[in-house]
């Protein structure tokens, strides 16, 4: 007796033995969770050597910080300029800085307008509590605003119909519901504008409200994909088994299988993340996945007459290997994430991994020990499935050869369609529209100012440096530049405040809107600016402390993460043919902000991906070639292995054409699932050719009959639970889903197609066509599996 057939004998002779093991050892496991804990900080996706996020953290050292809510009005009149409206704006200016951890507020009201008044400078807000909001006092202030380059495409739309207040915050750090306090503030607010202001629409955006929208979206899909995924799996494990011990044994395993990962992330204090929401989901799918080929061996050996506790010994004798090798691939396909550039994703892969190690241990040892407790009855038929699949092996046989042409056409023809994806990452959209985070930035990005921003902070190298005339001059060129580029909505720079300064000091006179001629002149006007300007509306937002660095904050239209890092490209092209940058600036200029750190992010990980994927994939090749003891098989094998996501993404290109960050993990995810289906179908067709001594075509009948049902109803599990996440509202999950049940779907069918006209290919032996007898009803394997 070899040693699968003594673990077989022994998992049922010691199965409360095991029972109990599992038990134990799945409380230890449960223990952990009661240290998970969720994280919406955007700022997890970036490792900290990241090099976009080490300059953003430094550009945040040097200036004010930028973590904002953005409140955007829209008055239903069509006109922001009228007594109603702006006198509201003044009093919700006010009402947001009492918002927790609120450090300044920039609105239309706040504004500070200067004008000359004589020989004296005139620094005061537009509007408040003693600005005349007559119709003479509404008209100044519209041409004020409509004329300020400042505002427009800012804090105003150049039609003035939309307006906004800009509350910029610090969260202090000290515990992680900060955010979450901060969103529930900003909801009561704007609920009470809603409940009194029938006649203004408010939006919600910024980065607080982003980092907010993880959160949101996590629990969502916590409340909802989850309860669904299991009613799902119940309502299609009865109808594939008809069996109760079956379903039940079935959801103790997937139940096991989760809380263990779980529980595990708990004990080493990792967070849930919005991407390692899904994680429950996929081990659910794949623990199912081993279930099914158990149970389906186990039945079909009842109806052949076996008794109970025989029919899980043999189930467990034919589909040990399989089982063990599946695993350990997919294990291997998850464990490639660790080269991801984004560590949720990572701990999603470890997450998942150590999963499908558990879903195979429990459906190994508990699940057989827990059905040889109860009572097994079942008609000894031979099903319908299976009558099929021998009909359908028989159709594949004779017309192997135009498949075989018709499937390589398809092929090629998908694969040539995956240069029409593009990189797109918008992290506006890494939420569907039920998350009101992505209706309202999208909304502001149409009718006010853009989300996507990139900003620089132009060095001099020198204490006082931004006062000199060629400092001014080279930003000067700069920001015009900047404005000429068609994607720029808005450019934000200290140079306007000079030039406005310059001019109000020459009598508001327009000749002199231009550069301070002197560096003694320049710092004479910042100075005297700075003086007049209330507490909390300083320039240390646009200036650092010792005036040695401004920041320039360019804002964009709605771009993808490739035209982003294409305008980046040509602004670093443009300072480095600037001559002045080594005179003048300490350093050239790097761009930082969260849009470029996602874009980058986005480019970095999916070549990250790509090279895990095809390290998985050599990893994966070694382990068939030796557990399929073949290299002529083990290298076949890579075929249907590597086409069904390569022709996935042809289909996605043909059908979508965007890429985003949650398509990037899809291969070596799915690369270890895939390979499930090709290892239990090569495994049962080399058994036929070794221990059977069939022909090559009594082979593929062989594998057809014994394993075909198991892969269909398998596959479509693993299909339907994966198209499951496309409601996810974390959209990176949804499309990742999408796309994984795509390529399963295909590799099905690369298996049940490709694959056998491949083998009769290449497996040398020429026999008779005609159908061969399957002389196995009475060996190790079911025929009758359903």
Not at 68 to 74: G, P, Q
Not at 330 to 345: D, K, Q, R, W
Not at 505 to 510: Q, T, V, Y
């Amino acid at each position: 007796m070899g040693f699968v057939e003594r673990y077989a004998a022994g998992v049922v002779r010691w199965r409360w033995m095991i029972i109990l093991g599992t038990v134990v050892s799945l409380a230890f496991l449960a223990s952990g969770m009661k240290n998970l804990y969720f994280t919406s900080d955007y700022r997890i996706f970036f490792g900290d050597e990241n090099p976009q996020y080490l300059s953003y953290e430094s550009l945040k050292d040097e200036y004010q910080h930028s973590d904002n809510v953005v409140l955007v009005l829209a008055p239903r009149s069509g006109s922001i300029f009228d007594k109603g409206t702006l006198r509201l704006l003044e009093q919700l200016t006010d009402k947001s800085w009492q918002l927790p951890y609120a450090i300044r507020v920039d609105s239309l009201a706040n504004y500070q307008h200067t004008e000359a008044q004589g020989d004296e400078l005139s620094v005061a807000p537009l509007v408040d509590v003693d600005t005349a909001l007559d119709d003479h006092g509404v008209a100044r202030i519209k041409n004020i605003v409509l004329h300020e380059p400042s505002l427009l495409n800012n804090m105003v739309s150049e039609s003035g119909h939309v307006t906004g207040i800009n509350i910029t915050v610090q969260l202090p750090g000290e515990n992680r519901s900060e955010g979450e306090y901060l969103m529930t503030a900003v909801r009561s607010l704007v609920a009470d504008i809603r409940n009194e202001h029938s006649e203004l629409d408010v939006y919600v955006t910024g980065l607080i409200p982003f980092n907010n929208a993880f959160s949101e979206a996590m629990r969502k899909d916590l409340t909802t994909l989850m309860p669904a995924m299991y009613l799902l799996m119940i309502v299609c494990l009865w109808w594939l088994l008809r069996s109760i011990p079956a379903v039940i044994g079935t959801l103790c395993v997937i139940l096991f299988s989760v809380i263990a990962a779980l529980g595990t992330l708990g004990h080493l204090h990792i967070p849930i993340s919005p991407p390692s929401v899904s994680a429950p989901t996929i081990i659910l799918t794949i623990a199912i996945a081993d279930c099914v080929h158990i149970l389906v061996a186990y039945i079909g050996f009842l109806r052949q007459g076996y008794s109970r506790n025989k029919a899980i010994e043999e189930s467990l004798i034919v589909n040990f290997y399989p089982i063990v090798i599946t695993s350990v691939t997919t294990a291997v396909g998850f464990l490639s994430m660790n080269l991801s550039e984004v560590p949720p994703y990572r701990d999603m892969g470890n997450l998942i991994a150590f999963g499908v190690i558990a879903a195979m241990l429990s459906s190994m040892l508990f699940l057989p020990a827990f059905i040889s407790l109860l009572p097994a009855k079942v008609k000894q038929r031979q099903s319908r499935q299976s009558v099929r699949m021998e009909q359908f092996s028989d159709w594949i046989i004779k017309h192997n050869r135009v498949l075989l042409v018709s499937m390589t056409a398809v092929v090629i023809g998908l694969v040539l369609m995956i240069p029409l994806n593009e990189l797109d990452n918008k992290f506006v959209e890494n939420f569907s529209e039920d998350i009101e985070f992505r209706l309202d930035s999208q909304f502001t990005s149409e009718n006010l100012t853009g989300v996507y921003t990139i900003e620089y902070s132009i060095d001099s190298g020198v204490e006082g440096g931004v006062n000199g005339p060629q400092y001014l001059r080279l930003l000067d060129d700069f920001s015009n530049w900047l404005n000429a580029q068609p994607e720029v909505m808005h450019v934000t720079s200290v140079v306007d405040v000079y030039k406005r300064l310059n001019k109000n000091l020459h009598g508001d006179d327009s000749e002199w809107f231009r550069i301070p001629e002197s560096r003694a002149l320049a710092s004479q006007y910042l100075l005297l600016y700075e003086l007049s300007l209330p507490f909390g509306l300083d320039l240390t937002n646009q200036v650092n402390l010792d005036k040695s660095a401004a920041r320039v904050v360019v804002v964009f239209e709605d771009l993808s993460s490739t035209q982003m890092l294409n305008i980046e490209q040509r602004v670093n092209t443009w300072w480095s043919q600037r001559t002045e940058v080594a005179t003048l600036l300490a350093s050239q200029p790097v761009g930082s902000s969260t849009t470029l750190m996602f874009s980058h992010m986005g480019e970095r990980n999916s070549k990250s991906l790509l090279f895990g994927s095809f390290l998985a994939l050599v990893v994966i090749s070694f382990i068939l070639i030796f557990a399929l003891r073949s290299l002529k098989i083990g290298l076949l094998s890579l075929i249907p292995n590597l086409l069904p996501a390569a022709m996935a993404f042809g289909i996605w290109g043909l059908m979508v054409g965007k890429v985003g960050m949650g398509l990037s993990v899809v291969t070596g995810m799915t690369l270890g699932i895939i390979v499930d289906d090709t290892v239990h179908f090569l495994s049962k067709y080399l058994r036929g050719r070794r221990v059977q001594q069939l022909s090559p075509e009594e082979s593929i009948r062989y594998a057809f009959s014994t394993v075909g049902v198991a892969l269909w109803y398998t596959s479509l599990i693993l299909v339907l639970g994966f198209l499951l996440l496309v409601f996810s509202t974390y959209y990176r999950n949804a499309e990742m889903g999408l796309m994984s049940a795509i390529t399963i779907g295909i590799a099905l069918l690369v298996d049940f197609v490709l694959l056998p006209c491949l083998l009769l290919l290449v497996d040398g032996e020429k026999t008779d066509k005609k159908r061969g007898a399957l002389p196995v009803a009475s060996q190790n394997l079911p025929i009758n599996t359903a």
